[in-house]
Nanobody, 121 residues
Framework: VQLQASGGGLVQAGGSLRLSCAPS????????MRWYRQTAGKERDLVAA???????DYAGSVKGRFTISRDSAKNTVYLQMNSLKPEDTAVYYC????????????????WGQGTLVTVSS
């Protein structure tokens, strides 16, 4: 099972984009869901996270501009990005913790393939 991220694209500074991420199959017992971003030559940084209970956390650089949400029935996570800045340009990756089967003894990390967000000045 892989995660499929979508919604990236080219937008002018000040604009908005909404990213979506859904699994290609079934992931059981999903707990935390997250969005990361990465630029060339740099590490992948955590942008936003949401727990199974709906608690959220954000990187300081996006707080107040980005909103993470989830649809637990669809196992889908979203990232609403407003007031975009050129420094938000990156490949965005989704990540969830879950189980491959209902009887799986441990949680696994599932990753999406990334979606490119480009913000022009």
């Amino acid at each position: 099972v892989q995660l499929q991220a979508s919604g990236g694209g080219l937008v002018q500074a000040g604009g908005s984009l909404r990213l979506s991420c859904a699994p290609s199959g079934i992931i059981f017992s999903i707990s935390a869901m997250r969005w990361y971003r990465q630029t060339a030559g740099k590490e992948r940084d955590l942008v936003a996270a949401i727990t199974s209970g709906g608690s959220t956390d954000y990187a300081g650089s996006v707080k107040g501009r980005f909103t993470i949400s989830r649809d637990s029935a669809k196992n889908t996570v979203y990232l609403q990005m407003n007031s975009l800045k050129p420094e938000d340009t990156a490949v965005y990756y989704c990540n969830v913790d879950g189980k491959r089967t209902p009887w799986d003894a441990r949680m696994h990390a599932f990753w999406g393939q990334g979606t490119l967000v480009t913000v022009s000045s």
